[in-house]
Nanobody, 123 residues
Framework: QVQLVESGGGLVQAGDSLRLSCAASGRTFSVYNMGWFRQAPEKEREFVAAINWNGDTTYYADSVKGRFTISRDNAKNTLYLQMNSLKPEDTAVYYC????????????????WGQGTQVTVSS
């Protein structure tokens, strides 16, 4: 089992950048494939980005491709999401996610969730 705690959210203006972090504890972080999801008010939770256990394969939603970068530091047990050129439609609660056997690219594939961190982008 792994515990996930997100940080780094906040209120920014359109065009700004923000970096989210997800600190993992419990079972060895490097055995998990990781992902970021987000949920806007009155919308379903959606996939943002994912990365495999050793960081050599990444996946992105079309809406964030070219603007967001997912990365991980297994030595620090931490997952990151660098978000550039933020848009108001990126406003959501962002969740860190983990799965041992497969890379989680849909909410149903996630084994463990963090509590979320709010990102608000003003126009």
């Amino acid at each position: 089992q792994v515990q996930l705690v997100e940080s780094g959210g906040g209120l920014v203006q359109a065009g700004d950048s923000l970096r989210l972090s997800c600190a993992a504890s419990g079972r060895t972080f490097s055995v998990y494939n990781m992902g970021w999801f987000r949920q806007a008010p009155e919308k379903e939770r959606e996939f943002v980005a994912a990365i495999n256990w050793n960081g050599d394969t990444t996946y992105y939603a079309d809406s964030v491709k070219g603007r967001f970068t997912i990365s991980r530091d297994n030595a620090k047990n931490t997952l990151y999401l660098q978000m550039n050129s933020l848009k108001p439609e990126d406003t959501a609660v962002y969740y860190c996610a983990a799965r041992g056997s497969i890379v989680p690219t849909t909410p149903k594939m996630v084994g463990y969730w963090g509590q979320g961190t709010q990102v608000t982008v003003s126009s």
